[in-house]
Each structure stands twice: as C-alpha cells, then as structure tokens.
C-alpha cells in the first residue's frame, strides 16, 4: 500500500493565540475570495483559481461545512466553498485535496 507525500516540507508554520501553530501554504498573492470574514474559531480558505472541483474536501468533512458553489473559477469548474459556520479544524479536508495549495485551514 502506497502512502501519500506529506505536505509539510512546503508549508510554513505560523504562530497563532494560546501558543499553536499550524501549517499553512505560503502566500502568492492568490484570490482568495472564499475567505470567510468571521474571525472566530477554525476555518477552511480556499484558493478558487486553484480547485479542481473534484469535491474530495467536501466528501471528507465529518462536520459537512463545505459545499460546491454554484459560480465557476477561471479553469471553468465549480470550486468548494465554505458554509461559514461548523468547522474543527480538524484539516481532513486539507490532507484529502489533490491540489496542495487550494486550501488551508486557520485556527484563531
């Protein structure tokens, strides 16, 4: 049985309250307008340009907060998005994604 690669020789920590860190992909002034703007709790960021539409991530989350939107990207497909309201944080939509930066979880 194969393993799949992990992800985090390419991704950089960043510090986060109460002393936690988690790994997210680095920056390239990517649209990010899935972003959801309540600041509270964990949450998943989605690159738009960068999802395949496959819907692994939203298969794969226990808590069911994702979900396919209904506008298209630029590669024609329709991305994953977030509920705004439900997440753990508890990454498995990150791990289950075949593209590596098309999303990242932030924990607050």
Known sequence: ???????????RPLERKGGGVV?????????????N?????????FDRDLCKGCGRCVAACPRKCLEMETSFNRAGVKP????GEGCVGCG???????????IRVEKD
Request: charged share 20%; net charge positive.
């Open 1 to 11: 049985m194969q393993m799949r690669p992990q992800r985090t020789a390419s991704l």
């Open 23 to 35: 790994n997210s992909p680095p920056l390239k002034g990517k649209d990010m307008s899935s972003e």
């Open 37 to 45: 703007t309540n600041r509270s709790g964990p949450r998943p960021v």
């Open 80 to 83: 994953a998005g977030y509920k």
């Open 92 to 102: 498995m939509c990150f791990y289950n994604c075949p593209e590596p930066y098309a």
